[in-house]
């Protein structure tokens, strides 16, 4: 079992409509949370970074972190089509500065 | 303030070749990290430099090597290329310390195909 699961999708949802992205990880000393964005052939784009439990908003975006239920979320509201890419979640804890990456879910948006 | 730097952003080279990747990182910070990303496999760590020491290093061949510069910048190197090694590397730069502000920013990475 990977550390951090991530649906690859393809999940492909109308313009307008309330995204839902997720990522779930098994180990407990995860502390730091980040979602990135990554346009095909680009490098990724940090989107959020949120620290232990709680919810961060930024704009359309918003990332939940559930420490209890190892699950993390970002929210993306107004969908719009240049939110079409790939959303790569990474987490880290105390000990070890490496990130731990899911595989990324590739995001449709249809006009 | 200027992004992270990778050169070259495309590179064509014939199996058994060597080749040198370069990354600059954010000015400021001292911690540059390798990534080999691929259709199939996703991101897949290669390796952390800090202040000119490695710190972390992912499951890869040793063909696969760095190292950092006193300045930060950061080089990779990868010998005797095989068909596989075909891929888009992206280098990461980073303060090196895990509290907030703390967060890895990405070059637009190296697309690497082998021949």
């Known amino acids: 079992q990977k550390e951090v699961e991530q649906d690859p999708g393809p999940l492909s949802v109308p313009e307008g409509a309330i995204v839902s992205l997720n990522c779930t990880y098994s180990?407990?000393?995860?502390?730091?949370f980040m979602w990135y964005r990554q346009y095909s052939r680009k490098g990724p784009e940090l989107l959020m970074y949120t620290y232990s439990s709680g919810n961060k908003e930024d704009g359309r975006f918003t990332a939940q972190v559930d420490k209890s239920s190892k699950y993390i979320s970002l929210f993306i509201r107004d969908s719009q089509p240049s939110d079409s890419a790939t959303y790569l979640c990474?987490?880290?804890?105390?000990?070890?500065?490496?990130?731990?990456w899911g595989a990324g879910t590739k995001l449709i948006i249809k006009p | 303030k200027a992004g992270v730097t990778q050169t070259p952003r495309y590179l064509i080279k014939t199996r058994g070749q060597q080749v040198t990747l370069s990354c600059s990182p954010i000015?400021?910070?001292?911690?540059v990290s390798w990534y080999q990303q691929t259709p199939g496999q996703g991101l897949q760590f290669l390796f952390e430099?800090?202040?000119?020491?490695?710190?972390n290093k992912g499951n890869f061949p040793g063909r696969f090597s760095g190292r950092q510069f006193s300045n930060s910048r950061s080089e990779m190197n990868v010998s005797t290329l095989e068909l596989g090694d075909s891929a888009l590397y992206l280098c990461?730069?980073?303060?090196?310390?895990?509290?907030?502000?703390?967060?890895?920013?990405f070059g637009q990475g190296t697309r690497l195909t082998v021949v």
């Open positions: 990474a987490m880290s804890d105390n000990s070890n500065y490496q990130l731990i």
């Open positions: 000015s400021g910070h001292r911690s």
């Open positions: 430099y800090f202040s000119e020491t490695q710190r």
């Open positions: 990461a730069s980073s303060r090196g310390d895990r509290g907030p502000g703390g967060e890895a920013f």
């Open positions: 180990n407990s000393a995860f502390q730091y």
